[in-house]
């Protein structure tokens, strides 16, 4: 280090006295200067001679640094044509060049393949965004040198872990196969750097057509495929179908029709009971959601709550869900009725906005209803996806009395090793674990562990999926001393509910 003003009055030849100024290399302290006097004459020893230099190197270093970054941002500022991190196409100018042919009809044997990784974010907040730099630099490297040489074959990164590829090519077939080979090699070749994240890659590919107009729809059905893929896929690239267009179109009407469905009460909240293994009481209830329509249909959560997902509306349903949740827990308080938690699943979009909580706490208040009657879950999934924001948003949850609950644990990414660090109240065991206990001594043995390991740690443990009276003989025994699935009763509507809670027998 060496003192600004120093350096400003050395550069400009105006300095008179430089009291001090420490140098320092790669944090090892080589020298100082203590006293300059730049009106006098002057003889310099071999030592001063030294730390001059090193000086003058540091300033020269510095501002060429300086005139590199101003005439890189200028060159970017007059030719935006190429991404700063991966040194790919710019995604505008990709557009163009892809713009270009297809407006030429030159486009009989071209294909777009559209990637992205999965839960990168995670892999940001894991090891930090300059190794996730680096792994994508790996990829867009590696894509490079797997493409032939071809003056139409076009590579540029959209935005952040998402890249398409244009290029043409000789043989159709096994394109699904061979795309799927390709993002299965990259992720084992780099699953080793990054032993806490499960690197998956996806691709949505689509084989131009005549009726393409524009590069703008080529690159959405590239898109639109991609999208099909699931987390839990073991696939990891799909082809474009034209019946993906009839499904967008019906995805198109289940978003815009969200509001008038909640402002007509088409969405219906749906209880599903918690029973205690010893003397199958209700100790609890979770809310789902169906979507009743006006012509009697009734739409299962699947067919509506990942299209919400993907485009940010979730969070309008989520908070929907809790308000009828309390405005029924309310009605309980005012009819004098025994009053036991209901649960609220949450997207993982709530971990990331620090007005969660009090929006809750807002409905809450509005409808008079204690904290504590409240649960919060999250999926395991989810909680993998962004877990610092899930760790916070828990706590913040748990400081003003709500309860909190991980949902499907073991169903995906494993949260083992950290499972102490996150604040729940309750740790919902996925189906797998009962469903494997029927066929495998080891299942039942492995349930078991996972049982007195999660209780141990001061958890409330609830097994979901429970179908079968052998099943529950099984979690008896394994200590489990609570669970939820049909066996016990299936989602209810609300009327349904309270009759079976609150009327007379």
């Not at 102490?420 to 109240?425: D, H």
């Not at 008896?476 to 989602?491: D, H, L, T």
């Amino acid at each position: 280090m060496y003192s600004p003003q120093a350096t400003a009055l050395l550069m400009q030849g105006e300095a008179k006295t430089v009291v001090y100024a420490s140098l320092y290399c790669e944090g090892k302290y080589i020298g100082a200067i203590s006293y300059v006097d730049c009106r006098k004459k002057r003889q310099w020893t071999d030592d001063q001679r030294r730390l001059f230099g090193i000086l003058t190197k540091l300033i020269s270093a510095h501002l060429a640094k300086s005139q590199a970054i101003k005439d890189s941002q200028k060159e970017h500022e007059t030719t935006p044509g190429f991404d700063s991190l991966t040194g790919l196409l710019s995604f505008s100018r990709f557009r163009d060049e892809v713009s270009h042919i297809i407006h030429t009809r030159a486009h009989d044997d071209y294909v777009i393949v559209y990637t992205d990784f999965m839960n990168f974010k995670y892999l940001n907040k894991k090891y930090g965004y300059r190794m996730g730099d680096c792994l994508l630099r790996e990829f867009a490297s590696g894509i490079i040198d797997t493409m032939k040489d071809s003056e139409n074959t076009f590579f540029a990164r959209i935005v952040s872990d998402q890249f398409v590829l244009f290029m043409p090519y000789a043989d159709r077939e096994n394109a699904v196969s061979k795309v799927h080979k390709i993002n299965e090699d990259f992720a084992n070749a780099h699953a080793s750097l990054f032993p806490e994240v499960n690197i998956r890659l996806r691709s949505g590919i689509y084989f131009l057509e005549p009726d393409c107009t524009s590069a703008a729809a080529a690159i959405d059905a590239a898109n639109c495929a991609r999208r099909r893929i699931s987390e839990t896929s073991e696939l990891t690239a799909c082809m474009f179908d034209k019946r993906f267009h009839i499904e967008q179109a019906e995805e198109n009407e289940i978003i815009n029709s969200m509001g008038a469905a909640m402002r007509n009460g088409e969405f219906k909240i749906y209880l599903q009971p918690k029973y205690s293994l010893e003397d199958y009481s209700v100790i609890g209830a979770e809310a789902l959601v169906r979507w009743e329509k006006a012509d009697g249909t009734v739409m299962p959560p699947d067919s509506f709550i990942p299209i919400y997902e993907r485009t940010g509306k979730i969070s309008e349903l989520d908070f929907y869900v809790f308000e009828k949740v309390a405005a029924f827990l309310a009605k309980n308080n005012e009819l004098g009725r025994k009053q036991v938690p209901i649960s609220i699943n949450a997207s993982i979009l709530h971990a990331s906005d620090s007005n969660t909580v009090k929006h809750y706490l807002d409905i809450l208040k509005k409808y008079n209803v204690d904290p504590s009657l409240t649960e919060i879950e999250l999926t395991e999934t989810a909680t993998v996806s962004d877990y610092g924001n899930v760790v916070q948003l828990f706590q913040d949850l748990q400081n003003v009395n709500m309860l909190t609950s991980l949902d499907d644990f073991g169903a995906g990414y494993s949260v083992l090793n950290t499972i102490t660090e996150i604040p729940v109240n309750t740790v919902k065991l996925d189906r797998v674990f009962i469903n494997r206990c029927e066929s495998s001594e080891k299942g039942i043995y492995f349930l078991n562990q996972i049982i007195s390991m999660v209780k141990g740690l001061g958890y409330r443990v609830i097994c979901e999926g429970v179908e079968t009276e052998e099943q529950i003989s099984i979690l008896k025994q394994a200590g489990c001393e609570e669970a939820q699935g049909y066996w016990f009763s299936k989602p209810l509507p609300v009327e349904e509910y309270e009759k079976m809670m609150y009327e007379t027998k």
